[in-house]
């Protein structure tokens, strides 16, 4: 790589210290309130990415003393069935945060599910309630993967405050809430999205450039301003040319690590940062619950 290539924020490393803190932290809460926190992750079907992403999040469990209430249910399960689900963990005293792994097969209503979610028990800060605190600048469970992207910034000492953040993509996972914890720290936030004119010059105005898009390199290095921070969320799965397949992200890696000043590689970025926070938020209700 050439000399001027950028430094890597790196989100792996970042996890593993924040697990070890909960680590550290959870035995001692434990001892007070008398039963570990619980986190249960609700799977419908057999999608093979959603069973790695909720082993993937058991094993975090694991490791920090979080206690695993996880439920796995055959693609028939009824949208009536499900929400009885969510119902009853709801009142479960040894469950402090429940998320609902997405998507869902076709003929359930994901949006109907994460409402009946207890708003102290969104372990993944999508209840309405959240996001409406996060509009108003609240305390509230926040959105795993933008808590991420904002714990990562933080950690390198990256500074926000004025800065033109542009973030590419507008979804209620990542996009929006990422935009409304940016402009919480008086960034000027631009989203753009599939409809944006004129992409490449809209993304060239970034100090902070945030790809969330799910579109394999969709962001290049003529995008780029020089000496930017990139932060790509996208995850996506590519064929090599062996017929092998790897994840790349939604950065052209290669060509943007040339000009940006800091770029997160995928993987090993922004991915173990969201199952950090996911074990964060909650510790986070098992605090709140139990004060």
């Known amino acids: 790589m050439p000399a001027q290539a950028a430094q890597i924020l790196d989100g792996k490393t970042l996890a593993q210290k924040i697990q070890q803190e909960l680590k550290e932290q959870i035995p001692i809460l434990e001892a007070r309130i008398g039963r570990p926190p619980g986190l249960a992750v609700l799977m419908v079907g057999d999608n093979p990415a959603s069973a790695a992403?909720?082993?993937?999040?058991?094993?975090?469990?694991?490791?920090?003393?979080?206690?695993?209430f996880g439920k796995h249910f055959s693609t028939e399960i009824s949208q009536e069935e499900l929400e009885q689900a969510i119902a009853q963990l709801n009142q479960d005293e040894r469950v402090d945060g429940i998320l609902v792994q997405l998507p869902l097969s076709e003929h359930l209503d994901a949006v109907a599910a994460l409402q009946k979610i207890s708003p102290d028990k969104d372990a993944?800060?999508?209840?309405?309630?959240?996001?409406?605190?996060?509009?108003?600048?609240?305390w509230g469970l926040r959105s795993c993967t933008p808590a991420g992207v904002m714990r990562l910034l933080e950690e390198y000492a990256i500074p926000i405050p004025g800065k033109q953040v542009v973030?590419?993509?507008?979804?209620?996972?990542?996009?929006?809430?990422?935009?409304?914890?940016?402009?919480?720290k008086n960034a000027t936030v631009t989203i753009a999205h599939s409809r944006t004119q004129d992409l490449t010059n809209v993304c060239r105005q970034a100090d902070i450039l945030v790809a969330a898009v799910g579109k394999a390199g969709i962001i290049t290095a003529e995008m780029v301003k020089p000496g930017a921070v990139v932060v790509d969320v996208g995850i996506n799965r590519v064929e090599t040319d062996e017929g092998k397949?790897?994840?790349v992200g939604d950065v052209n890696f290669d060509s943007v690590a040339e000009v940006a000043k800091y770029i997160t590689p995928v993987p090993g970025g922004i991915g173990p940062m969201t199952v950090a926070m996911l074990l964060q938020n909650t510790v986070e209700s098992y605090i709140q619950t139990n004060k």
Do not use: F, Q
């Not at 992403?53 to 695993?68: D, F, P």
């Not at 993509?169 to 996009?175: D, E, F």
């Open 245 to 247: 397949s790897r994840l």
């Open 124 to 138: 993944d800060g999508l209840h309405p309630l959240n996001l409406g605190k996060l509009v108003r600048s609240e």
């Open 53 to 68: 992403y909720v082993r993937n999040k058991e094993r975090a469990c694991a490791k920090v003393g979080i206690a695993s």
């Open 167 to 184: 973030v590419v993509g507008r979804s209620i996972l990542v996009g929006k809430p990422l935009a409304l914890m940016l402009l919480e």
